[in-house]
């Protein structure tokens, strides 16, 4: 019976996030909800000693990181460097592979720290240009948008400051560069087989002789020419956020060490921080920082003109998207400390090797909760000491328990209810009949990758 609650408030959440209600509402009805099955007596502390207190505590650690990378996101857009970044990318690869284009638009974007809903909308107008231009359908845009924004560059290559890498660095003491090559490896085989199945898909189409099609929702406008910065410049703060992110975590270990007290004349006792648990966190916060310094440092009047009301954009979705995820976090904690989360526990125990224990925990997580952040931060709370134990009996790196769970956490969580699976459909005006078949297959490649990268490992020991 107690696996059986589990199972069900699991179920609902996911549901209820399908039909496209509030996760920040729902979490805390569905975990109270197996609380009260469980035994009603304990619904009141639950709440307010388990449920409240891991989520507050997720905002704690990460909301700086939601924050700067939605507000370096929107000033990247105001400043017009995302229109010069793709104008550049097009006039380089060229229009005639407009896949590939708007795949290394959205890559270059996520990888530079800017927030995934922004890409979508940033890379959409293009995309819907170049398309038509290639008499390409339109409904392969989502599947090709998904593939260079929500794949490779959000949790695979080395040194991103998308969330989904920042998240393992707080339970396995590292940072986010950790296992580079394997990292790179998994990247490169998703990228690869994305744009094969792409390619494939629109060889398909035009054989059959369908084009871009007509009467479609939500349609841009044609993008027009515009005066532009030099892509050089527009680069530069995406670059500087990666090179200042490695640069931040080399320097912060070596200045503050492992233990730092800060002592002020108000505290009654010193502020004792364990800096491993924090130097990701520390490290992204300034390097996100400094680019937003330097797009203002280039386009201070432009971003000026409208920054008021495109910060309050930035400042929302930052909200939205955090607390979603922290209300994540804490129904994982409550389920975590319900007896039939032991029965599911036990039974994912009984998977006896670590890594492929942690893939398939982390991507089937997510993919109930159908959020990568949310699921891998359920898992890892529950069963992160479980992952290590096993990994440090069998001689695995931390590192690699890190990539790995990054990774299977952005294979499943794009399920039908994901929430940027449901934005980039209402973005792109089209709907999961006409287009989640190609995001799907792009999920399987990615959660396939995870399971690449540990093979390679166990063969190879490359980390």
Not at 11 to 21: D, I, T
Not at 181 to 201: D, H, K, M, S
Request: net charge neutral; charged share 10%; glycine share 10%.
């Amino acid at each position: 019976m107690s696996f059986l609650i589990a199972v069900a408030a699991l179920a609902f959440l996911m549901y209820v996030a399908y039909r496209g209600f509030s996760v920040i509402l729902f979490a805390p009805v569905a975990a109270m909800g197996a609380v009260l099955l469980t035994d009603p007596a304990a619904v009141p502390p639950v709440f307010t000693g388990l449920f409240m207190d891991k989520m507050v505590g997720f905002v704690k650690l990460y909301f700086p990181v939601f924050l700067l990378g939605a507000v370096f996101g929107k000033v990247i857009e105001l400043s017009g460097f995302s229109r010069s970044i793709v104008s550049a990318v097009i006039g380089l690869v060229g229009r005639q592979r407009a896949m590939l284009s708007i795949v290394l638009v959205c890559a270059i974007l996520t990888y530079g720290g800017v927030s995934l809903f922004v890409v979508v909308f940033a890379a959409y107008p293009f995309a819907a240009e170049m398309f038509r231009q290639g008499d390409i359908p339109k409904r392969l845009i989502p599947g090709t948008i998904a593939l260079g924004a929500f794949t490779f560059t959000m949790d695979s290559l080395p040194g991103t400051p998308q969330i989904q890498n920042i998240i393992p660095t707080t339970f396995f003491k590292t940072d986010t560069w950790a296992a580079p090559i394997l990292g790179t490896i998994g990247a490169g085989f998703i990228l690869l087989v994305g744009l094969t199945y792409l390619e494939w898909r629109r060889r398909q189409a035009a054989r059959a002789g369908e084009g871009y099609g007509e009467g479609h929702a939500n349609e841009p406008e044609p993008v027009v020419g515009e005066r532009l910065v030099h892509p050089a410049v527009a680069l530069l703060p995406l670059v500087a956020v990666g090179v200042l992110n490695k640069v931040f975590t080399s320097l912060i270990a070596t200045y503050y060490g492992v233990t730092n007290q800060v002592s002020l004349p108000g505290l009654d006792h010193p502020l004792v921080t364990q800096v491993p648990a924090v130097a990701a966190i520390w490290a992204v916060i300034g390097a996100l920082l400094a680019g937003i310094l330097i797009v203002l440092l280039f386009a201070f009047r432009t971003v000026a003109a409208r920054f008021a009301e495109g910060s309050k954009s930035a400042v929302g979705g930052a909200l939205l998207a955090a607390l979603n995820t922290a209300s994540e976090y804490g129904f994982g904690a409550v389920i975590a400390a319900l007896p039939g989360f032991l029965v599911i526990r036990e039974a994912l125990r009984a998977i006896p090797d670590p890594l492929v224990n942690e893939a398939i925990s982390v991507t089937a997580l997510a993919g109930i909760t159908g959020s990568a952040s949310g699921g891998m931060s359920i898992a890892l709370a529950a069963m992160a000491s479980q992952f290590i134990a096993g990994a440090e009996a069998a001689g695995i790196p931390g590192e690699v328990l890190h990539r790995v769970a990054s990774m299977a956490s952005g294979g499943m969580d794009t399920l039908p209810h994901n929430g940027a699976v449901i934005t980039l459909l209402a973005v792109t005006g089209l709907t999961h009949r006409q287009s989640y078949g190609d995001i799907f297959v792009i999920t399987c490649t990615k959660t396939a990758a995870v399971f690449l990268v540990i093979a390679v490992y166990y063969l190879t020991g490359l980390v």
